[in-house]
């Protein structure tokens, strides 16, 4: 974040502002209470950003991966194989 130009406060508030369900209420024994999620380092909260990718440049041609006999299976075996690549 200090590198690229981009303000790490400016940077936290837009994950802020696209954190899906970011607001929401869920009922309780005590009535309605806003949710608070506290477990983002195993899984996250979904990112509005993030799900417009995935929903624009991958659903499209998101298929199995134990298949190459079509192009969505070869697509996708594509996109695992880079995301194992970035991760490692």
Same mark, same amino acid.
């Given at each position: %974040?200090?590198?690229?130009? %981009?303000? =790490?406060?400016?940077? *936290?508030?837009? *994950? !802020? !502002? ?5 607001? %929401?209420?869920? #009922?309780? #024994?005590?009535? #309605? !209470? ?8 195993? &899984?996250?909260?979904?990112?509005? #950003? *993030? ?8 659903? =499209? ?7 190459? &006999?079509?192009? @969505?299976?070869?697509?996708? @075996? ?11």
């Amino acid at each position: %974040l200090s590198g690229g130009g %981009l303000d =790490p406060a400016k940077a *936290v508030e837009r *994950v !802020r !502002r696209g954190e899906v369900g970011r607001g %929401l209420e869920a #009922p309780g #024994p005590f009535g #309605p !209470r806003r949710l608070v999620y506290c477990d983002w380092a195993a &899984s996250g909260r979904a990112l509005a #950003p *993030v799900e417009a990718a995935m929903r624009h440049l991958v659903a =499209p041609l998101y298929a199995n991966t134990h298949t190459s &006999s079509s192009l @969505t299976g070869i697509q996708t @075996t594509c996109f695992r194989d880079e995301a194992r690549q970035i991760v490692a």
